[in-house]
């Protein structure tokens, strides 16, 4: 091969060697990394919401739930609720009183909405789109004969800019 080519070539070489490095030493492998994809919505943005309840004790009205979008996505920063407890009596027994009601029922009810700063109630996230909620005052006797509340059920509606839940009454877990 001839000296004058070979020197050439190698001289072409030692100059472009550098070409294309940036000197970037956060990706040293050279990849390309992607944005890290989002787990989680805004209650505010989303479109809409799911909740899942996981705990619910009727005698202290304690909650826990999940928030989720439609895309599986953790809804965060949930704030505008109506959360409204059902107390019945014992469904197995039967009253004394020919004239008795069976499916009476006393509620206790529990709201927020943020832009006015007026909430009842405690709710608190948990973690991403994890909720709990402490009913302050939830009293069963205030309304009824006390001890008669045997059976519970609540009803719980999160409020978002664009969307709100489908409203279910669930028993306690």
Known sequence: MNEKLLTALLATALIC???GSDDNDDND????TPPP???TIDAGEALAINLTLAEFDGETG???FALKDDAGLAITNATDYRIVYFGFPDSSTTSRNAKA???????QSYSCDSAAGDCQGVLQ??????YSFDATDLDWDANTAPGSVKEYKVGIEI????????LVLLPST
């Open 101 to 107: 009601w069976k499916h009476w029922h006393v509620t």
């Open 62 to 64: 304690t909650l826990n």
């Open 159 to 166: 409020k978002g800019a664009k969307a709100t839940n489908e």
């Open 17 to 19: 060697g550098g070409c």
């Open 37 to 39: 994809v989002a787990d």
């Open 29 to 32: 492998g050279g990849e390309i």
């Open 125 to 130: 996230e948990t973690d991403k789109g994890q």
